[in-house]
């Protein structure tokens, strides 16, 4: 995620901004520290514009 | 998906009332001055609150920025505080029933705690 984030030149922030979450819950799932709920791995995924299985695939801890 | 959204005053409101509570409690049973250091201290920790809240914890511990990874921390928090207070308990109990003396209070607060443990349950299960 954080290579996609990244690719749109978006800040933690901003994209925590976007779909309604803490930046430090941004910082988590990307660290893998955090495994987000199904709504907010969709929701995530809708923004970048692919599915769950390619934001997430291999990230899950 | 969406934040909770609750009002930045929710919490310091609380502060305020159980500050207010407490005054009470205090004054009816002769301790006034106590009860207003009560009061203040809780009307401080509320305007703590209400003023802390340039970042995202503090707003989450607020009560008015909660998302879900906060919601999930806040309820494993609140289960390892129920832990320690059971286990707290507990102990009370067993010191008091070593030196001879009665189960209470203990006892009866850890009965609270079963039938609330055992009706959260209950409930979670029912509702799935």
Redesign the interface.
């Known amino acids: 995620m954080k290579e996609r984030r990244a690719a749109r030149g978006l800040s933690q922030g901003e994209l925590a901004a976007a779909v309604g979450v803490s930046r430090q819950t941004i910082n988590s799932i990307e660290k893998g520290r955090y495994v987000p709920s199904l709504p907010l791995a969709l929701t995530l995924a809708r923004y970048f514009q692919t599915t769950v299985e390619e934001m997430f695939d291999g990230e899950a801890g | 998906?969406?934040?909770l959204a609750r009002s930045k005053w929710l919490v310091p409101g609380a502060c305020a009332l159980i500050g207010a509570a407490f005054a009470l409690a205090q004054w009816r049973g002769g301790n006034a001055r106590d009860g207003l250091y009560a009061l203040l201290f809780m009307l401080v920790l509320g305007l703590a609150l209400l003023l802390g809240g340039r970042n995202?914890?503090g707003r989450?511990l607020r009560g008015d920025?909660r998302?879900?990874?906060?919601r999930a921390i806040d309820t494993r928090a609140g289960a390892l505080t129920g832990l320690v207070l059971i286990l707290t308990l507990v102990l009370l109990a067993l010191t008091r029933l070593a030196r001879g003396e009665t189960l209470d209070p203990y006892g009866e607060l850890l009965a609270v705690a079963a039938v609330a443990y055992i009706a959260a349950l209950a409930l979670l299960h029912w509702r799935g």
């Not at chain 2, 998302?67 to 906060?70: P, S």
């Open positions: 998906m969406a934040r995202a914890t989450a920025a998302d879900e990874r906060f």
